[in-house]
């Protein structure tokens, strides 16, 4: 599927409202083992977050937000992290919301070795 090309920028627009963004295990499995292939442990990137469902519910019930984007930063202590907003029907940020962050950082909040993503 072919994002839409917004008029007049040059830019394109995501096309939300038909994206599934779902894969199988399989490849989860397969992407996550390729990241690690590459960078393993260094520094923290792409060690693994987590959050509450509350913050997406609070990005999410704005009614000016179509989907979530992700950044990724480095936070006061240096840490890899992922910064997320809402993106609007034209694929802009809505950055007059909640921005996103502070995750429970992995370790130690890590879950059980499960054969997909958590080796």
Same mark, same amino acid.
């Given at each position: 599927?072919?994002?839409?090309? +917004?008029? #007049?920028? #040059?830019?394109?627009?995501?096309? *939300?409202?038909?994206?599934?963004?779902?894969?199988?295990? $399989?490849? $989860?499995?397969?992407?996550?083992?390729?990241? *690690?292939? /590459? &960078?393993? @442990?260094?520094?923290?990137?792409? $060690?693994? /977050? +987590?959050? #509450?469902?509350?913050?997406? @519910?609070?990005?999410?019930? @704005? !009614?000016?937000? !179509?989907?979530?984007?992700?950044? $990724?930063?480095?936070?006061? !202590?240096?840490? &890899?992290?992922? *910064?997320?907003?809402?993106?609007?029907?034209?694929?802009?940020?809505?950055?007059? #919301?909640?921005?996103?962050? !502070?995750?429970?950082?992995?370790?130690?909040?890590?879950?059980?070795?499960?054969?997909? *993503?958590?080796?």
């Amino acid at each position: 599927m072919k994002p839409k090309k +917004a008029t #007049g920028s #040059g830019r394109k627009v995501p096309p *939300l409202a038909k994206s599934q963004h779902q894969i199988t295990h $399989a490849q $989860a499995r397969r992407m996550r083992k390729r990241f *690690l292939g /590459l &960078y393993g @442990d260094k520094s923290g990137v792409g $060690a693994p /977050l +987590a959050y #509450g469902r509350n913050i997406f @519910d609070k990005i999410l019930k @704005d !009614e000016r937000v !179509e989907g979530i984007r992700f950044y $990724a930063g480095i936070d006061d !202590e240096g840490r &890899y992290t992922l *910064l997320f907003c809402g993106i609007d029907a034209k694929g802009n940020d809505v950055l007059v #919301g909640t921005i996103g962050d !502070e995750p429970w950082r992995c370790p130690p909040f890590c879950s059980v070795t499960n054969g997909v *993503l958590q080796f």
